[in-house]
Every structure is written in structure tokens, then in C-alpha cells.
């Protein structure tokens, strides 16, 4: 019973920079991880970043470097700081929240375009 809300994506140049946001709302106390994959068309799904709830953070080896996700400790909301932006980034983003003993919730989705 948790809800995600997902924001800050948009059209950006190459080598330019995005800030997306999640915020969680409900029964969040089941909350173990958050974080957001991506899906680009012919692509499949892939896991960009993820926090756990003891604050560790994991992330795909394409945006290493480039990409941070951070916490707000007193408020259940997730950043992906993107940095350094590439064509290959361009996706529609999910926020996610895995849950102990619930289905795991699904943002909305938000696109992510990076072009000239």
C-alpha cells in the first residue's frame, strides 16, 4: 500500500544534467530499498540505482560515476542526481520501492531525454 510519485525528467543536451525525485506515501514502513530502473525502447529493463534503507548504494556500471542517489533521512523521498548526461541514458525512468512482505510499488514513470 505504498505510493510513488516520480518527477524531474525531461530533454537535456548531451553532457548536461537531471535531477529526478520520488517520494513515498502510505505504509512505508515495509520499505527495505528504493531506487529506479530504466527502459529504453528494444532495451530491456535495467537497474540504474538503489538505496537501502541502512543507506547503502548500489549502481548499474553505465552510470557509475555520473549518477548519485541520495535520501532525505526524515522524509520517505529518493534523488538521482544524473550528471554528464549520454544519448544511451535516454529512457523512460521507474521509481521503485521493494517491500518486505508486499508487492513491490511502481512511480508512474517519467522520460528522460537526452538529445542534441
Known amino acids: 500500500q505504498v505510493q510513488l510519485v516520480e518527477s524531474g525528467g525531461g530533454l537535456v543536451q548531451p553532457g548536461g544534467s537531471l535531477r529526478l525525485s520520488c517520494a513515498a506515501s502510505?505504509?512505508?514502513?515495509?520499505?527495505?530499498?528504493m531506487g529506479w530502473y530504466r527502459q529504453a525502447p528494444e532495451n530491456q529493463r535495467e537497474l540504474v540505482a538503489s538505496?537501502?534503507?541502512?543507506?547503502?548504494?548500489t549502481y548499474a556500471d553505465s552510470v557509475k560515476g555520473r549518477f548519485t542517489i541520495s535520501r532525505v533521512d526524515a522524509k520517505n523521498t529518493i534523488y538521482l542526481q544524473m550528471n554528464s548526461l549520454k544519448p544511451e541514458d535516454t529512457a523512460v525512468y521507474y521509481c521503485?520501492?521493494?517491500?518486505?512482505?508486499?508487492?513491490?510499488?511502481w512511480g508512474q514513470g517519467t522520460q528522460v531525454t537526452v538529445s542534441s
Open positions: 521503485y520501492a521493494a517491500q518486505i512482505g508486499r508487492s513491490t510499488s
Open positions: 502510505g505504509i512505508t514502513s515495509s520499505i527495505y530499498a
Open positions: 538505496i537501502s534503507v541502512g543507506g547503502r548504494t
